[in-house]
């Protein structure tokens, strides 16, 4: 029903910025509670941020207080602001679509093909 499309992606040293897109097709992104995994090598994909359809958010432990999920419904555009990232950042990171809570980061859940994120020192 709807397709996602991550950008932004790069290399960026350690305390450094990066932004991510998400832009989804299909479907309006209105429809859908939106966020963000991520999955380093050799590790288990991880939640990093959701924003619900009402706009209210919920971050990882890890990554509170450096990063910003939000959307811009108009745009069909979820982003994660990543600020002071730290090598421990470096994954490639999913964005994820699902229109219950229930289902969010579940594999009936949509995911986009993910964008590599690397942090180096």
């Known amino acids: 029903q709807v397709q996602l499309v991550e950008s932004g992606g790069g290399l960026v040293q350690a305390g450094g910025s990066l932004r991510l897109s998400c832009v989804a097709s299909?479907?309006?992104?209105?429809?859908?509670?939106m966020g963000w995994f991520r999955q380093a090598p050799g590790k288990e994909r991880e939640f990093v941020a959701r924003?619900?359809?009402?706009?209210?958010?919920l971050y990882a432990d890890s990554v509170k207080g450096r990063f910003t999920i939000s959307r811009d419904n108009a745009k069909n555009t979820v982003y994660l602001q990543m600020n002071s990232l730290e090598r421990e950042d470096t994954a490639v990171y999913y964005c994820?679509?699902?229109?219950?809570?229930?289902?969010?980061?579940?594999?009936?859940?949509?995911w986009g093909q993910g964008t590599q994120v690397t942090v180096s020192s």
């Open positions: 994820n679509a699902a229109d219950s809570i229930d289902t969010f980061g579940s594999p009936s859940a949509y």
């Open positions: 299909g479907r309006t992104l209105s429809s859908y509670h």
């Open positions: 924003i619900r359809r009402s706009g209210s958010t």
